[in-house]
Structure formats: C-alpha cells, structure tokens
C-alpha cells in the first residue's frame, strides 16, 4: 500500500502542469532627440510586471537630426508604427500637425476627460488650447515658457499684438542712431523667428495650399532684408555691454526674451529702465505675436497602439502635479500652477545684458501683468525644418543681392509646393 500511495504520488506530481510565465507585452517608445527620461521608464518598467517600454533611440548620440526624423517618419508611412512617440524639441520635432491630420495618433482627450487624477479643469488652460490641433490634444507635456519680444510700452503701447506696419510706425518715435531688436541680430535670426510664427498663415497643411507668393511674405522678405547680413561675435562680452547700454539709453526698441515667471515683468521693467509690454513680433493679421514653448519632452501616443490604457499610464506622467515645479518653466498642471505662481522664491541679483537687477518678491501687480499676457498667448511653436531650410537657403541668395525679391519668391513657391504636395 505504500509504494502504491508512493507511486500514485510521484505521478501526481510529475502530470501537474507546470507553471506557465504570463506573456510580456513590450511597448516601443520611439524617441528623435535621445532626451526621454530613462528613469521614468524604469519606474513604469518596475511597476508592471505584464507590459514594458523599450526606448528606440532615432538619435545621434543625443542629438537630434534630420536623418533621424526621417527614418522614423519613413517607417511610420511603411506601417511600422512605435507605441509611443516622442516628438522632438523646440528648434527640431517631428511634423505633429501632418502625423495627427493623418491619423498615426491618438487623441488624449478623452484620456485626460476620465483619468481619476486629472480630468478637464486639472490643466491650465491657454497652453493646454494651444497645443490642440482641430480641437484634439495628441501629445503630453509638463511644463512651458513664452518666447516674445518685449519693448517699452511708451513706445509700443500697452497691447500684446501687431503687424510690421504697426512695429515700423512705433520705430520712428526712436532717436534716430537706435535698432529695432538687438544690433546683434542678423537677416537669418529675424527669417527664423518671424516665418515660424507665421507658418500656418503660408501653408494650409488640411489642403496642401502654399502661398509664399502673397504681398505679405514679400513684405515679410523685404523687411528682413533691413538686417544685417552677419555678425562679429569674436568679443561677446563687449556685445553685452553695448545692447545693455542701448537699452538703458532708449537705443534699442525691443529685445527678444523667455517668459518663465512673474519675475521676468520686473527684469523686463528694470532693464529698459520703464514700464514694458509683451508686444510679441509681428504677425500678418495682428494676431499674438508670442508663442509656447514646451520645457520638457512630448509624447503621443499612437492610433496603432498595441495597448493604449498602459501607454496612456506613461504618457500622463508628464501632467500629474509634482508639487516640485520651480523657475523657470511654466507649469501645465493647475494646481500646481497655483502653487507655483504664489510660492515664495529665492532671489539674488541677477545680470541682463550686462545690466545688474535686484529682484524682490513679484507683486500682486506684476502677477496680474504676468497673467494677463499669459492668459492671451495662443499659439505653440510650429517647427517644420524642411520648409524652414527651402525658404533661408533661396533667400541667401536674395539677402546677398544675388537674386531679385520675384526669383526668390517663386523659387519658394514652387519648392515649398512640391514637398507640401508630397505629403498629401
């Protein structure tokens, strides 16, 4: 009877089956700049134990590229679509308005609407609208800062917008040796700036219409031209000390700058010596001239996803309040937002273009002039390089006196149209 209960035993335990591992979902995080926070990975990594995040780095050793961008678009078009992407950085980012009129994402919406710790009022409002794109939000981010121009309201008015018109009749009330931005800035600064924040008026990216052959992008040209073509930075220092001088002497009639907190309304003030507005640069139908810029990475998530509730988990990280915000970026959280603008800062002197300030606690005023002009901001940096590269490299000819302002025109025009023609 025992050898029979030892046997009966030994075959129980040999026909058992034996445990079968859970299967591992991984999620691919495709990632054009290299910068995705690998520590957040891990976290999220740690915390699950049946789908994982594997980064697929389309950077150069951390830096971005266009080889890298295009790479991770030509795969995306071929059917081979990351779960996660993340888009790039402020000066380089993959085409976000094209992949999501095409639909390679997600809308978060609905995502931020029932997620127990956010939901519609958990974010703040003007970075949040103007980052939708048609309505949809297809990408997180945690914090911002505004890139404008600011100049002494005397000069400028106490407004928030105008046109090349409006900015040239506002300079002839200047002393007559004075520049409109820094003397420092050339014809390709003043082309980056004022083309980014005009991009959407010359291509209808739902229609595929370019119009770079309108009078206002020859306007636009022709004012630019009034630039210097180059400029000797061999002596820096001695550059700071002269656009300093020319602000505190009324020579300068605007200075291009970062918004990150109340703060800057005092730097601005003290530096021109003045009261100052956020005039911003000028737009074709004087619209606000000043844009977000986002402080830390963006992700989306894909249409294709494999399993959008765990990728939505990563991709809301960026929103949750930290409780940790500090200068200088612009929470998107709102209550962290709230925590933010009110809290206590540390403060010592601080030097502007070799101007030296001392700063005190922002007063209720300056959080209101603050507020006010963050408030109205409505737009988000719109990068296409491609386009930005056909446009400086037909002008270089034109800002040399090599080509007439119609060659280049039209030679923007039809390359523009071309590539834009492409994508449809």
């Not at 939000?137 to 105008?162: A, H, M």
């Not at 595929?208 to 004012?223: A, I, N, P």
């Not at 009110?342 to 507020?371: G, M, V």
């Given at each position: 009877?025992?050898l029979?209960?030892?046997?009966?035993a030994?075959?129980?335990?040999?026909?058992?089956d034996?445990?079968?591992?859970?299967?591992?979902?991984t999620?691919?995080?495709?990632?054009?700049?290299?910068?995705?926070?690998?520590?957040?990975?891990?976290?999220?990594?740690?915390?699950?134990?049946?789908?994982?995040?594997?980064?697929?780095?389309?950077?150069?050793?951390?830096?971005?590229?266009?080889?890298?961008?295009?790479?991770?678009?030509s795969?995306?078009?071929?059917?081979?679509?990351?779960?996660?992407?993340?888009?790039?950085?402020?000066?380089?980012?993959?085409?976000?308005r094209?992949?999501?009129?095409?639909?390679?994402?997600?809308?978060?919406?609905p995502?931020?609407?029932?997620?127990?710790?956010?939901?519609?009022?958990?974010?703040?409002?003007?970075?949040?609208?103007?980052?939708?794109?048609?309505?949809?939000?297809?990408?997180?981010?945690?914090?911002?800062?505004?890139?404008?121009?600011?100049?002494?309201?005397?000069?400028?008015?106490?407004?928030?917008?105008?046109?090349?018109?409006?900015?040239?009749?506002?300079?002839?009330?200047?002393?007559?040796?004075?520049?409109?931005?820094?003397?420092?800035d050339?014809?390709?600064?003043?082309?980056?700036?004022l083309?980014?924040?005009?991009?959407?008026?010359?291509?209808?990216?739902?229609?595929?219409?370019?119009?770079?052959?309108?009078e206002?992008?020859?306007?636009?040209?022709?004012?630019?031209?009034?630039?210097?073509?180059?400029?000797?930075?061999?002596?820096?220092?001695?550059?700071?000390?002269?656009?300093?001088?020319?602000m505190?002497?009324?020579?300068q009639?605007?200075?291009?700058?970062?918004?990150?907190?109340?703060?800057?309304?005092?730097?601005?003030?003290a530096?021109?010596?003045?009261?100052?507005?956020f005039?911003?640069?000028?737009?074709?139908?004087?619209?606000?001239?000043?844009?977000?810029?986002?402080?830390?990475?963006?992700?989306?998530?894909?249409?294709?996803?494999?399993?959008?509730?765990?990728?939505?988990?990563?991709i809301?990280?960026?929103?949750?309040?930290?409780?940790?915000?500090?200068?200088?970026?612009?929470?998107?959280?709102?209550?962290?937002?709230?925590i933010?603008?009110?809290?206590?800062?540390?403060?010592?002197?601080?030097?502007?273009?070799?101007i030296?300030?001392?700063?005190?606690?922002?007063?209720?005023?300056?959080?209101?002039?603050?507020l006010?002009?963050?408030?109205r901001?409505?737009?988000?940096?719109?990068?296409?390089?491609?386009?930005?590269?056909?446009?400086?490299?037909?002008?270089?000819?034109?800002?040399?006196?090599?080509?007439?302002?119609?060659?280049?025109?039209?030679?923007?025009?039809?390359?523009?149209?071309?590539?834009?023609?492409?994508?449809?």
């Amino acid at each position: 009877m025992l050898l029979g209960v030892l046997f009966l035993a030994a075959c129980g335990a040999g026909g058992e089956d034996s445990p079968v591992e859970a299967e591992v979902q991984t999620l691919v995080l495709a990632t054009v700049s290299g910068n995705v926070d690998r520590e957040m990975v891990s976290r999220f990594n740690l915390a699950h134990s049946d789908v994982q995040i594997e980064v697929k780095d389309y950077s150069e050793r951390g830096k971005i590229t266009d080889a890298g961008i295009d790479q991770l678009m030509s795969e995306i078009i071929a059917g081979q679509i990351p779960d996660i992407i993340e888009l790039g950085t402020n000066t380089r980012q993959l085409p976000v308005r094209q992949l999501a009129q095409k639909g390679y994402l997600e809308n978060l919406w609905p995502y931020i609407e029932n997620d127990p710790d956010l939901g519609r009022d958990s974010l703040v409002k003007a970075p949040i609208e103007a980052a939708k794109i048609n309505g949809a939000l297809y990408f997180s981010f945690g914090s911002v800062v505004i890139n404008t121009l600011v100049g002494p309201e005397r000069i400028t008015g106490k407004r928030y917008s105008w046109t090349v018109e409006n900015l040239e009749e506002a300079f002839q009330a200047m002393p007559e040796d004075s520049t409109i931005v820094q003397y420092c800035d050339t014809k390709l600064d003043m082309l980056y700036y004022l083309f980014h924040f005009n991009l959407g008026h010359w291509i209808d990216w739902e229609t595929g219409k370019v119009s770079f052959d309108d009078e206002e992008f020859r306007s636009y040209l022709e004012f630019v031209n009034e630039f210097p073509l180059e400029f000797d930075w061999s002596d820096p220092e001695t550059v700071n000390e002269e656009i300093g001088s020319r602000m505190l002497s009324g020579r300068q009639m605007l200075t291009n700058t970062n918004i990150s907190s109340p703060l800057n309304v005092q730097i601005m003030d003290a530096a021109f010596h003045e009261k100052t507005a956020f005039i911003g640069y000028p737009t074709l139908d004087g619209s606000i001239g000043s844009c977000f810029y986002f402080a830390d990475e963006q992700f989306a998530m894909s249409a294709a996803c494999q399993n959008k509730e765990a990728a939505w988990e990563f991709i809301r990280l960026p929103f949750l309040c930290e409780k940790s915000q500090i200068d200088p970026a612009i929470p998107v959280n709102q209550e962290e937002f709230d925590i933010w603008l009110n809290c206590e800062r540390r403060l010592e002197p601080l030097t502007y273009s070799s101007i030296e300030i001392d700063l005190h606690q922002p007063t209720q005023e300056e959080k209101d002039r603050f507020l006010d002009f963050f408030n109205r901001v409505d737009k988000v940096v719109q990068v296409n390089n491609t386009v930005f590269h056909i446009v400086k490299d037909q002008c270089g000819s034109y800002f040399a006196g090599d080509k007439t302002l119609d060659e280049t025109v039209n030679l923007i025009q039809r390359r523009v149209s071309l590539y834009v023609n492409e994508q449809f």
